[in-house]
């Protein structure tokens, strides 16, 4: 509240100094008579003005800033700086040619070359900042996307899964996301495809990326990394994360086993999901709902709030209802956690 207060004032006190000078140079080209109420009218005005816009010419715009500087990748804030700084340089000569233009274009003229300028080299080095960063500091930046140490990769099972999208929010992940280009191009092909499940797939990885893209705590990007000894997806991303020493994001589980094999780490997030269950012991006591009868006869099937699929035997006769189950044994899959139980003699409907 001391910050804003200030920058009130301050920013007033600049609007009040605008208002009177305003009014000495109306005095001065003779529009209005001399009167010094008229001047401190304007003067007051001015101070109401920038006491009430304060905040919005000053830090709300910094904060936006800083909001997206912090949410900007080092290397695309770093191509920018330095394609700012190389326009810059640029422009110099042709803004000393510029100013013997005649009058008035002699001194508007190079500033807007140095503008334009500017501008550009920051468009050329942000664009083709993978290229850039290659060619000046090869082993700072390997491949568009920096020590695999530092990034991780997803593909296109965890995109469309969604759940990256809460994960990315807890601070889980400490590292940069990073989408190939390629993964990208494949989203986009099923987001096209003509059977309507497959579609709905695709154009929700899409939204999902974009919503990353804004709101994630950790960076996103987008990389054009080229994979030219396969055409597969899936061998392509084993590929590049072997490339980068990076971890490899999945739900995929052949693509987990595949990757694995060729010594690629991966970080599976139905893995995390299975860790993070609660754990129950033989004999212990769990309320579940039976919603539907299991395959082996007079069995019932109901799920726990995180998924967990409890098989009750002889609980067929109790499907809708919700009752007391004493588990008897827990078996873990590769698909996830399976709890077996049996009814107790007191069930509540």
Request: positive net charge; glycine residues 10%; proline residues 5%.
């Amino acid at each position: 509240m001391r910050l804003e207060l200030t920058v009130r004032i301050v920013v007033g006190l600049l609007f009040a100094f605008l208002g009177w000078q305003i009014g000495n140079a109306l005095v001065e080209l003779g529009q209005v008579p001399v009167e010094p109420r008229l001047l401190f009218g304007l003067a007051a005005a001015g101070m109401g003005l920038g006491l009430l816009l304060a905040p919005w010419l000053t830090i709300k715009p910094l904060f936006s800033l800083w909001r997206f500087l912090k949410r900007l990748p080092a290397r695309r804030l770093l191509a920018a700086v330095l394609g700012l700084a190389l326009g810059l340089a640029v422009s110099l000569p042709l803004a000393y040619a510029l100013s013997f233009l005649p009058s008035p274009l002699g001194a508007v003229t190079p500033l807007l070359g140095s503008l334009a300028l500017g501008f550009l080299g920051v468009l050329i080095f942000v664009v083709r900042e993978d290229d850039i960063a290659g060619l000046i500091l090869p082993r700072f930046f390997r491949e568009g996307a920096g020590s695999g140490e530092r990034a991780v990769i997803l593909d296109t099972s965890i995109i469309i899964d969604g759940r990256i999208k809460d994960i990315s929010q807890t601070g889980f992940i400490e590292r940069s996301m990073l989408v190939p280009r390629f993964v990208l191009e494949e989203l986009q092909h099923i987001a096209d495809s003509p059977d309507t499940l497959r579609r709905n797939r695709g154009r929700r990885g899409l939204e999902i990326l974009s919503w990353l893209q804004r709101e994630s705590k950790v960076p996103l990007r987008i990389i054009d990394a080229e994979v030219s000894e396969t055409r597969e997806v899936d061998a392509k991303l084993v590929t590049l994360a072997r490339r980068l020493r990076a971890p490899i994001l999945t739900n995929d589980y052949n693509l987990n086993r595949v990757a694995e094999l060729q010594g690629v780490r991966v970080l599976n997030i139905n893995e995390l999901a299975n860790a993070v269950k609660t754990v129950f012991l033989p004999g212990e006591s769990m309320r579940v709902e039976v919603i539907q009868e299991g395959k082996e006869v007079g069995q019932g099937v109901g799920y726990l709030d995180d998924g967990t699929m409890v098989v009750v035997e002889n609980g067929k006769r109790y499907i809708g209802s919700r009752i007391e189950v004493v588990v008897t044994r827990v078996l873990q899959t590769v698909a996830g956690r399976m709890i077996f139980a049996q009814p107790e003699d007191r069930r509540e409907r």
